[in-house]
């Protein structure tokens, strides 16, 4: 056996990746391993979001071309948006690197690394052929609880600060029968939840074999028949593709849990009109206002950018105050990050690292506290907990509530799988304590 050794960095849909390229490399004899010393092969599944994301890769790379001066056989291929970005560029920086693939065609790593065994050199591969990846993958081996799995690709929005449009390519659906196939293997493997995938994942219209076109709501309305499927979740949702149906699945399919990520990313217009959101506060405010009628119980978190372009004080407060008025159970905040080729990149009124940092306190600070009232509220609760692993300390299990909230409970490793009933006990900083009941 071959050892293959992924690291993943970036979203939700790397992680999937990441899980089906090792899928993929399997029939050639690659089983997973957890450190590259003694892999045969890397795999560097890259994140080009925010310049931070992508610098790590060549820190990465500068420890590994150690490891190939020991062992002259070891693959080094770099996966994912820094590769579909800047692949001639790593190629050319770190000669190290055998193979790099773009999200789009991973599926072609075992004839690249065939040709390289053959004919030796480097192999590059960023291109974007619609479709053919899905089609062109093994059978998911994941048996995972949870499981994530991807049914919306690309991005067509073009956010001006936002990389994802150019390294993920355009929006694409994966057919509604290839879906539901995978969860029903998902689901035979021992999956009880199914966390579905996209870049606007609530943009989601595959096409069916006889023509007709589905929307998400429509889809999650067939993966909740599925036998053994018990929860289904979706990430990561447009304000703009917000959907009647959708909201109202919330409050009509059981399986659809109450929790729903809705990046906003700033409360102030100007900022969401330079940001072409297409969307205003009020409009999402009412949005939200909807998605809680559906479904009253419901945690919203959100993205948030601060220190964009042209960010004033007053732009900024808006966000506050937006923040105030919705009441998140919780988000991420990032300062803005300038990227190679994005429109806002050029902007002239660009905001100094002082302002971003002490915004960001803030922002974080409130978030926080945000938090913590949301999962404080739950305590004294008794919540249907889904247990996905054993805890660190011994006797002890872990799963997550309807909420999305990690809790530890003192158990058997048997409830792992299955849905249990939990009072909820007490906070600890990142998770709920609780008593089975
Ligand atoms: N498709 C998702 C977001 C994907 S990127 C959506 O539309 O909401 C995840 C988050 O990274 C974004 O929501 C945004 O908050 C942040 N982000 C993206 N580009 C960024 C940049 N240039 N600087 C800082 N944060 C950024
Ligand atoms: Fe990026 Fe905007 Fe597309 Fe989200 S919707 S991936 S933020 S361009
Ligand atoms: Fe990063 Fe690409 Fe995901 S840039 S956030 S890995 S889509």
């Known amino acids: 056996m071959k050892k293959l050794y992924v690291k993943t960095y970036g979203c939700q849909m790397n992680a999937y990746d990441s899980a089906r390229m090792a899928d993929l490399l399997a029939p050639?004899?690659?089983?997973?391993?957890?450190a590259p010393e003694g892999a045969d092969m890397v795999i560097l599944n890259t994140c080009h979001i925010r310049e931070k994301a992508a610098e790590k890769v060549y820190?990465?790379?500068?420890?590994?071309?150690?490891?190939?001066?020991?062992?002259?056989?070891?693959?080094?291929?770099?996966?994912?948006?820094?590769?579909?970005?800047?692949?001639?560029?790593?190629?050319?920086?770190?000669?190290?690197?055998?193979l790099v693939v773009g999200p789009q065609t991973y599926h072609r790593l075992p004839e690249m690394i065939a040709r390289i065994a053959r004919d030796g050199g480097h192999a590059l591969d960023a291109d974007f052929p619609a479709l053919e990846k899905f089609d062109s993958l093994a059978e998911t081996q994941a048996s995972d609880i949870s499981a994530f799995l991807t049914v919306q690709e690309g991005c067509d929005k073009f956010c001006t600060f936002c990389v994802v449009p150019?390294?993920?390519?355009?929006?694409?659906?994966?057919?509604?029968?290839?879906v539901l196939a995978e969860a029903r293997a998902l689901a035979a493997n021992g999956t009880r939840?199914?966390?579905?995938?996209?870049?606007?994942?609530?943009?989601?219209?595959?096409?069916?074999?006889?023509?007709r076109s589905w929307s998400l709501a429509r889809l999650c309305d067939a993966l909740a028949k599925i036998e053994g499927i018990a929860r289904i979740r979706y990430t990561t949702s447009h304000p703009r593709d917000m959907g009647d149906d959708l909201i109202a699945a919330h409050g009509d399919n059981e399986k659809l849990m109450p929790y729903l990520h809705l990046p906003v990313q700033s409360g102030s217009d100007a900022m969401l009109d330079a940001m072409n959101r297409q969307h205003t506060a009020e409009t999402y405010l009412r949005l939200v206002e909807r998605i809680?009628?559906?479904?009253?119980?419901?945690?919203?978190?959100?993205?948030?950018?601060?220190?964009?372009?042209?960010?004033?004080?007053?732009?900024?407060?808006?966000?506050?105050?937006?923040?105030?008025?919705?009441?998140?159970?919780?988000?991420?905040?990032?300062k803005y990050s300038k990227r190679?080729?994005?429109?806002?990149?050029?902007?002239?009124?660009?905001?100094?690292?002082?302002?971003?940092?002490?915004?960001?306190?803030?922002?974080?600070?409130?978030?926080?506290?945000?938090q913590d009232d949301f999962n404080d509220a739950q305590i004294g609760h008794v919540l249907p907990v889904l247990f996905e692993k054993p805890g660190r300390n011994p006797?002890?299990?872990?799963?997550?509530?309807?909420?999305?909230?990690?809790v530890h409970a003192d158990g058997d490793m048997a409830l792992i799988g299955g849905i249990a009933d939990v009072r909820i006990g007490a906070r600890t900083v990142n998770s709920l304590k609780g008593v089975l009941h």
């Open 166 to 178: 150019y390294t993920r390519g355009p929006e694409h659906s994966r057919p509604p029968e290839a």
């Open 193 to 211: 939840e199914i966390v579905l995938l996209g870049q606007n994942v609530n943009a989601y219209c595959g096409v069916d074999a006889a023509g």
């Open 28 to 34: 050639l004899g690659y089983a997973a391993s957890d």
């Open 59 to 98: 820190s990465e790379l500068g420890r590994l071309r150690h490891l190939k001066a020991e062992n002259d056989g070891l693959l080094i291929a770099v996966a994912g948006c820094v590769a579909q970005a800047e692949g001639e560029e790593i190629l050319r920086r770190a000669p190290q690197v055998d």
């Open 395 to 406: 006797g002890q299990v872990v799963g997550r509530t309807p909420y999305l909230q990690p």
């Open 340 to 370: 190679p080729g994005t429109p806002a990149a050029a902007a002239k009124k660009q905001i100094s690292e002082k302002v971003k940092t002490e915004r960001l306190d803030a922002l974080q600070k409130l978030l926080l506290q945000q």
């Open 292 to 334: 809680r009628a559906a479904r009253p119980d419901i945690a919203l978190t959100s993205d948030f950018i601060v220190g964009f372009p042209g960010e004033s004080d007053a732009d900024f407060e808006a966000t506050m105050q937006l923040v105030r008025q919705v009441k998140y159970a919780g988000a991420f905040s990032f």
